[in-house]
């Protein structure tokens, strides 16, 4: 049995190029004691990909030159060497990086039902992303009800489910995403009560007439001169998240940072950095009660699948580009 891999080669400098992996077709060695052999069926691409190919101080190692490119994924367990955790056919999802099968000795990974919800949403709604936009808006962003929440990146993966859930919770919600398409999606089909448009519109001049009245919660994933004008709409003692900033990631020079901080210290403001794997032992709570959002038809979830592994470098590159529509996932499982 083969295994098709994408193996990281190269540290990229700016945006990843055809050198930065390689990809191999690889024999899938014989499964030791206690160990489990997962095929997989998709594989998960969010913006952190590239912060992990950085040779930096992060929450996280950096990829290994020659490692399995690192990424979320779900599959089938297909064999068993004595793990009394997994049985054959169990559908399971971890950290199982751009390839067709995976080897784990189970630690990390955790059995999900697919007859609640299509394989796919546990990688975005049901997975990360959403973990993401849950504990983010809710434990660090701290929404009440009546609160003016306003999002970057608000038709993406993580974005769109922090919307929506702002809005369950009662709070008015403006998205900022590129492009009218995107823009009439959050407000027709995700109920945000506005959009701006950054493609067509000038942030400062949108957000003056789009958010008034200031904002209580910005929860951010663009960084950069978004970051920087949403600093400047802050209510009395707001509260920023840091979730990601994706206008920086390919950056060859320093980061844009906020020229307009000191509107922390004039408003009492506060702003934190987020990162989900804080909330690790919470996961279940969180996912039962999406789960219960999502049986009510209050909490959507759009996956923008592509298939095959060789593909992987060109999906990878709709991360950037903006190419996509809602959570990105790349089909690998040959059928």
Not at 3 to 26: C, H, M, Y
Not at 221 to 235: C, E, F, M, Q, T
Request: glycine share 12%; with cysteine.
């Amino acid at each position: 049995m083969n295994n098709k891999q994408i193996i990281f080669k190269k540290r990229p400098s700016g945006v990843p190029d055809a050198a930065t992996w390689q990809l191999e077709n690889n024999s899938v060695p014989e499964l030791q004691e206690g160990e489990i052999l997962v095929q997989q069926h998709y594989i998960s691409l969010d913006p952190a990909m590239r912060g992990w190919m950085n040779d930096s101080k992060s929450y996280i190692p950096p990829v290994a030159i020659d490692d399995v490119m690192r990424a979320g994924s779900i599959g089938k367990v297909i064999k068993n060497n004595g793990n009394p955790k997994f049985e054959i056919g169990d559908c399971v999802t971890s950290w199982g990086g751009v390839q067709q099968f995976a080897i784990t000795n189970g630690d990390g990974w955790y059995k999900v039902d697919t007859r609640l919800a299509p394989m796919q949403m546990y990688i975005g709604t049901l997975g990360m992303p959403g973990m993401t936009a849950y504990f983010g808006i809710t434990e660090v962003g701290k929404i009440k009800e009546g609160d003016i929440v306003l999002v970057s990146g608000a038709a993406g993966a993580v974005g769109s489910v922090v919307g929506q859930i702002a809005k369950i919770k009662g709070c008015t919600v403006i998205g900022i995403a590129g492009g009218k398409d995107k823009c009439d999606y959050l407000i027709n089909e995700l109920g945000f009560d506005d959009a701006i448009d950054y493609k067509s519109e000038n942030i400062y001049t949108a957000l003056k007439k789009k958010c008034p009245n200031g904002v209580d919660v910005f929860f951010d994933n663009v960084g950069g001169l978004i970051l920087d004008a949403a600093l400047s709409k802050l209510r009395m003692h707001a509260r920023v998240v840091i979730c990601g900033a994706i206008s920086q990631y390919n950056n060859k020079s320093k980061i844009d940072g906020p020229s307009n901080y000191l509107s922390l210290l004039v408003t009492r403001s506060t702003m934190q950095g987020m990162v989900v794997m804080d909330y690790t032992k919470n996961f279940g709570e969180a996912a039962k009660q999406m789960g219960i959002w999502m049986k009510e038809g209050k909490l959507k979830s759009r996956e923008d699948i592509y298939e095959g592994i060789e593909n992987f470098h060109e999906t990878y590159n709709r991360l950037f580009s903006g190419d996509k529509n809602g959570k990105l996932v790349l089909k690998v499982i040959e059928e």
